[in-house]
């Protein structure tokens, strides 16, 4: 069957590089990695594990960086191309309806999500312990903060781009207060985005990731069901390693798992991804896609230091996971 998007999107900017003609890799590295620098202003010590979207002509995201006070917080920033960033040295200011929603501890690991009308923001909140902050922005100027999705702990709060039978769907990762050493990935729904409900277990750890398992950037939605990049992590002698995978699931039911590659997408190897502030850790938290071609870029956190991009085409890729597939 041939591939279709639903509801695809052209991105005629994309940032793109073909892969290298010695390489068979599904996803390949961009060779002028990492994309972002640890410290684009002299506040910063790291920035990672951040969201890019397409916005207008160009590229905006929300980037987490930790300054050099070792807060964790959440800045804007926007690019031309999509390698080139500017981003604000300023945290972003979300407002609240109440005080007790925007007591402040930490946030990080963000994703961005057009849905309906407008960009949420979804990241891990420090609210008595991890939980799922939500917010939005019409314009990437004002910015709004909802309710916590969850109790604590909880992190890794994916949106789905539209609704599933009616509701608003989002994919988290139960965890505990600290480095969580256990973890699998939970599908909710919510009719409002504040009330949420209906847990239903996805997936947890496999075979190069048996430790646990997280929801990466936003599910695409394709004819053979929601292509969902993920990250998994193995826990080995010198401590966690963190890697890219992907699997496609029902579209109507999204919990249930119809194909998941045995092998990883992309494992740390460079230098960038095995030595920073985490070692050895590929965590993708965006994949921009171009609806004409199938092209796709993959924005992802390298080490806890810096971003950098990868490149794949989305038919190759669905195709790759269905030959690849856990029995």
Not at 187 to 210: F, I, K, N, Q, T
Not at 304 to 326: H, P
Request: charged fraction near 15%; charge should be negative.
């Amino acid at each position: 069957m041939t591939l279709q998007l639903i509801h695809p999107t052209p991105i005629l900017n994309l940032p793109w590089e073909e892969r290298p003609a010695d390489s068979s890799d599904i996803v390949w590295r961009y060779s002028h990695n990492p994309v972002i620098p640890r410290r684009p202003f002299p506040s910063a010590n790291s920035t990672f594990n951040s969201a890019v979207i397409p916005y207008q002509d160009h590229f905006v995201g929300i980037f987490r960086i930790d300054d050099t006070r070792r807060v964790m917080n959440l800045h804007f920033g926007s690019s031309q191309d999509g390698l080139s960033w500017q981003i604000d040295p300023q945290t972003i200011q979300f407002q609240c309806n109440e005080a007790e929603i925007a007591r402040f501890q930490y946030r990080y690991d963000p994703r961005l999500c057009w849905l309906e009308d407008r960009y949420y923001i979804t990241w891990c909140n420090g609210y008595h312990g991890p939980t799922i902050g939500v917010g939005y922005t019409h314009d990437f100027k004002t910015f709004y903060q909802l309710e916590n999705a969850f109790l604590p702990f909880n992190r890794n709060g994916v949106l789905f781009p539209r609704r599933i039978n009616g509701k608003y769907a989002m994919f988290s990762r139960p965890s505990d207060n600290g480095h969580t050493p256990f973890g699998d990935i939970y599908y909710s729904e919510s009719p409002d985005m504040a009330h949420w409900g209906h847990h239903r277990w996805v997936m947890g750890p496999g075979s190069w990731c048996y430790t646990k398992v997280g929801a990466g950037p936003i599910p695409i939605e394709t004819s053979e069901g929601w292509l969902m990049i993920f990250h998994g992590v193995l826990t080995s002698c010198n401590g966690y390693v963190y890697s890219m995978g992907a699997a496609l699931l029902d579209l109507e039911q999204p919990w249930r798992v119809m194909y998941r590659a045995a092998p990883y997408l992309l494992s740390p190897q460079m230098i960038y991804e095995c030595v920073g502030d985490v070692p050895n850790v590929v965590f993708p938290c965006a994949a921009l896609l171009d609806g004409d071609t199938g092209r796709m870029a993959i924005y992802y956190g390298a080490a806890d230091t810096v971003v950098a991009l990868a490149f794949t085409r989305v038919n190759e890729l669905v195709d790759w996971i269905k030959i690849n597939a856990l029995p």
